[in-house]
């Protein structure tokens, strides 16, 4: 079983930066996307952003400009950097994975435990 370690979150004030990391281990595939999503209470869980295997990022307007993912194939890890960080980004963030060709067809199956991020203003 794939499994998703998340560390990096904490407590900053607006216009700070965090960055988060997502430690993977136990891959049966070599080709994985990973990404990075985020919950706040009553809401759904929003994809924030998302890597593929050859590198190709995409991300969810509200953070583009700001956020950067980014991996480390040797290690297994992904990163977010968050810059210019709002309170609206305030939220539990998980890292998920799973082999593309699956992912395609009904997101990841494979999810961290989560890292909060709170932002003040």
């Known amino acids: 079983q794939v499994q998703l370690v998340e560390s990096g979150g904490g407590s900053v004030q607006a216009g700070g930066s965090l960055r988060l990391s997502c430690a993977a281990s136990?891959?049966?595939?070599?080709?994985?996307?990973m990404g990075w999503f985020r919950q706040v209470p009553g809401k759904a869980r929003e994809g924030v952003a998302a890597i593929d295997s050859d590198g190709s990022t995409s991300y969810v307007d509200s953070v583009k400009g700001r956020f950067t993912i980014s991996q480390d194939n040797a290690k297994n890890t992904l990163y977010l950097q968050m810059n210019s960080l709002k309170p609206d980004d305030t939220a539990m963030y998980y890292c998920?994975?799973?082999?593309?060709?699956?992912?395609?067809?009904?997101?990841?199956?494979?999810w961290g435990q989560g890292t909060q991020v709170t932002v003040s203003s």
């Open positions: 136990g891959y049966t595939y070599s080709s994985y996307c």
């Open positions: 998920a994975a799973d082999e593309c060709d699956v992912w395609y067809v009904g997101g990841p199956n494979y």
